[in-house]
């Protein structure tokens, strides 16, 4: 009698094969871009207490970039008659909360720094497709040119500008920091000429939500602050030690 009130109360989630495993996932923005990410649940039964633990992994570009960002949860909140599932903790800067049911999850995500979001789907069977007229975040890696504007008359930097930025990720130290290096050129001629100065980038740190990024140079003591658009521009101040601001850069992703 008892399994058969279970079988008709949560009929519809006791038919899923397994809670655990891997689902891929879609994240929808509400300013009309997507990204790719998936979610790994495991469980555990002591004395007939279901706990579920996860990971998720979000990448910036397709899924086989190595630009992603990972979050742990050790303690998933789940109930087992409405099958809301709450993938968060305190120590994580993303939430997902999301109904589970017949292997798949959809609801909505939150970052700490932005609140929410948007929506995501996720499923153990392929992978969800993104919204019509959605554009994917791509990764950073990549050049940047553009035009340099000097704001200090004692500045007077060539009106061209690159920045090549690459992002990897160690194998053996996952984590939710990806760590980003670079180089920064001054172009005397055009862009094709042979004509630049080149300095390394000793310090890069990016805000993967904001797309805020600050680095500094190894050379010239110069430091360049701004935000990558979602549209891969580039737009942002540039420093040097003892003159402050002495330009602004406006530079596009190739």
Sequence with gaps: MKLLLLSLLF????ANAS?????NAVLEHDQGYHQFATITLRTLNSGGNLKISANVRIFFGDTSSNEFLIYDYPDCSFNILTGQLAIKNDNSDV?????LKNEAIQGEWFASS????????????GTPPAPSQ???IESITGN????LTNTNQNSNLPEKAAMSLVTTQDPSNLGT??????????????FDSNEYIETKFSQVDFNFYSRYLTAKTQEYGMTIKGVIGLDGVFKGDIFADGLGQVGKLELEGQ
Excluded: C, D, H, M
């Design 134 to 136: 959605s554009t994917l």
């Design 177 to 190: 920091n990806v760590k980003v290096s670079g180089n920064l050129r001054f172009y005397l001629g055009e």
């Design 114 to 125: 932005a609140g929410r979001v948007g929506a995501f789907n996720a499923t153990k069977q």
């Design 95 to 99: 939430v997902l909360v999301g109904n």
């Design 19 to 23: 809670i655990q495993g891997t689902y």
């Design 144 to 147: 940047y040119k553009g035009k």
């Design 11 to 14: 009929g519809p989630l006791l």
